[in-house]
T-cell receptor
Framework: KAGVTQTPRYLIKTRGQQVTLSCSPISGHRSVSWYQQTPGQGLQFLFEYFSETQRNKGNFPGRFSGRQFSNSRSEMNVSTLELGDSALYLC?????????????FGQGTRLTVV | AQTVTQSQPEMSVQEAETVTLSCTYDTSESDYYLFWYKQPPSRQMILVIRQEAYKQQNATENRFSVNFQKAAKSFSLKISDSQLGDAAMYFCAYRRYTSGNTPLVFGKGTRLSVIA
């Protein structure tokens, strides 16, 4: 069974540009969450999608947005990139929105903003 | 808001020895989940062990075990018979006990080195 797939693995963008990251969850998983990982702030929750609806949102500016498609694949978009957006972006999928369901993580997308 | 604290930024252990990683958390809730995740250089977060707060028995997974002290809000990870492949960042995480997939709240992590 394939794991969580994130594309691309690496990305370099210029300040002011926008970027779209993709996440394909494990087959059958309907919940997808996104996290930002930086050396200074650690792992911070961005948002969670379930059945194409955003269910939870972290404390990030509106430049960060996401969506989920009917096949559960998810994308996150960051507009007007800032240097501080450089980070590892991790996607996690879960089977369902049940109690304490285990989250399976992808290998992340390393975004560098120059 | 819940917080998770890992007070040891770095730890090292000799191969085949035992090491304990510390984690404390702050919450006003009585039911919740606690996790230890491992992040090797490949960057993929891997679940090592989980503990339900309503269970008094400490969770164990092969060489990995936890010491869960609910009153003290402490959740340490013990790795026995350490192997070179255990070298990684280890994150302690908290999740509320609810029917929804509430966000994981992570500590800052502990970098574990294993010395051959």
């Amino acid at each position: 069974k394939a794991g969580v797939t994130q594309t691309p693995r690496y990305l370099i963008k210029t300040r002011g540009q926008q970027v779209t990251l993709s996440c394909s969850p494990i087959s059958g998983h309907r919940s997808v969450s996104w996290y930002q990982q930086t050396p200074g702030q650690g792992l911070q929750f961005l948002f969670e999608y379930f059945s194409e609806t955003q269910r939870n949102k972290g404390n990030f500016p509106g430049r960060f947005s996401g969506r989920q498609f009917s096949n559960s694949r998810s994308e996150m978009n960051v507009s007007t990139l800032e240097l501080g957006d450089s980070a590892l972006y991790l996607c996690a999928s879960s089977l369902a929105r049940a109690f304490g369901t285990e989250a399976f993580f992808g290998q992340g997308t390393r975004l560098t903003v120059v | 808001a819940q917080t998770v604290t890992q007070s040891q930024p770095e730890m090292s252990v000799q191969e085949a020895e035992t090491v304990t990683l510390s984690c404390t958390y702050d919450t006003s809730e009585s039911d919740y989940y606690l996790f230890w995740y491992k992040q090797p250089p490949s960057r993929q977060m891997i679940l090592v062990i989980r503990q339900e707060a309503y269970k008094q028995q400490n969770a164990t997974e092969n060489r990995f075990s936890v010491n869960f002290q609910k009153a003290a809000k402490s959740f340490s990870l013990k790795i026995s018979d350490s192997q070179l492949g255990d070298a990684a960042m280890y994150f302690c995480a908290y999740r509320r006990y609810t029917s929804g997939n509430t966000p994981l709240v992570f500590g800052k992590g502990t970098r574990l080195s294993v010395i051959a």
